[in-house]
């Protein structure tokens, strides 16, 4: 039987038109918003419910017009590479925060600044072979980097040295004039850094973001400390926090009221908003109420704006229907290993340790093995490992040994020391009591949040009597 396009007819969801898979380009491995993943997966794991005759071509619609096409160069391929959940292989997309001022939307969460287009996030996203779980690791928009030459639909950039990565993005927007340069030359640079032959990309920018988290019905989110924060607007009260869209956003654009000021660690607290986006998503009966599960997958989708070869509506379908048994226990976050780059202490550059990351995904191995102990109806509706969430995965062996010698706790996934000193487990970091921040232990740096011991210790709700 000859497959129809996207949009013409009902998918075949089990078998993803089985005549023609198209995934060979897509997985080949070769020389990686904010909270835009939460975003797609939530989309990916209510869209199902969707593809009903009465709002197939509706959603398809939706689907097309938010179509960007990707520029051939490099390591990216100038043919759609469609998504393919059937190929029995990782799939890798690249998900950028575009911090953009354009439109009113934009307006009202970053100021007027018209004409701003910067990659204020970068996370590259990896579902593996069985769709069991989810790698997600985020590159500092700080950290200098070299880059290969670019093609714009304008022009060529020429290759560059020791440039912040959120550069690429901007000056290949102002280069060509477009979403698809500052995207496909992001993506091309992504590649030539990871050794990933990632296709597809997906962008979200502050609008999209508030909408789609409105759509959600707000997040919550543990804040350890007052915030008040010039830069965003953002005023909070210690404890657990209702947020809905703006103030999420602003959450997750915060940086210099919170931790260290880094923007490594502002990270880390986008990965933290990711996962209890997702949590909330998923603890809702939304499967059972169909016309709230179709605005949520069309809200999401009308946030983002995807590369050809996610723009098939029967992929996306399979995919969600191949992703119906993900747990959250099996999301694995965090941020590129970096240190203070020599030429200037305010920026960072990757560290030694980055490319055995990168060697995981290349593999299609999880970032962690699991430390938990056997917690999972508790973490049915929360969050799982505190390394999971952040980490840097500092000393290859300090995790190991232990892992071999001490057992993490089942409410918070740490490791108590006898000097009371909380560790967590994946990565031999040193986890804060006070704000659950993990911190390297070699050098201090901040590198994560310990997010079940933040929810359930930092602003844990007293018991009633």
Known sequence: MTSSPAGNKLPNINGLHDSNPRHSLGYRVQHRARTVIASVVVAMLVFAGTAAAATWLDV???????????????SVSDEPTIIDPNSGKPIEILLLGQDSRDG???????GDMTGNHQADTAMVLQISADRSSINLVSIPRDSLVDVPQCT?????????????????????????????????????????????????FIVVDFAGLVKMIDAVGGVDICVPQDI??????????????????????????????????????????????????????????????????????????ESLNISEGMADTAALVGLAMSLKNFSMSHLYTQTVPVVAAPSDPNRSV????????????????????STETDTSASDSDSTTDGG????????????????????????????????????????????DPEDG?????????????????LNATVCAVPAKN
């Open 228 to 301: 008040d924060d010039p830069y965003s607007t953002l005023q909070l009260s210690k404890g657990m926090q209702h947020l809905d869209g703006t103030q999420a956003t602003q959450y997750a654009r915060t940086r210099y009221t919170l931790g260290d000021g880094s923007d490594t660690a502002r990270t880390t607290r986008q990965q933290y908003l990711i996962k209890q986006l997702m949590s909330e998503a998923l603890s809702k009966n939304l499967f059972t109420d169909t016309a709230q599960l179709y605005q949520l997958a069309k809200s999401a989708l």
């Open 152 to 200: 714009t639909s304008k022009g060529t950039i020429p290759a560059q040295y020791g440039v912040m990565f959120n550069s690429i993005f901007a000056g290949a927007y102002q280069t060509g004039g477009d979403l698809a340069s500052a995207a496909s030359c992001t993506l091309n640079a992504v590649n030539s850094l990871t050794g990933l032959n990632i296709q597809n």
């Open 437 to 453: 921040s993990i911190h390297d232990a070699t050098t201090g740096q901040y590198i994560g949040i310990a997010d079940r011991y």
């Open 350 to 369: 990757w560290a030694d340790s980055a490319d055995e990351v990168w060697a995981k995904m290349r593999e299609g191995k999880t970032l962690f093995e």
């Open 388 to 431: 999971s969430t952040d980490s840097q995965g500092t000393d290859g062996n300090s995790s190991e040994q232990t892992q071999s010698t001490e057992t993490p706790d089942a409410t918070t996934g740490l490791i108590t020391r006898a000097d009371g000193t909380l560790i967590d487990p994946n990565t031999g970091g040193t986890v």
């Open 60 to 74: 398809d619609s939706v689907v097309q017009h938010q179509k960007v096409n990707v520029i051939g160069q490099g």
């Open 104 to 110: 009113e939307g934009n307006q009202a969460i970053g």
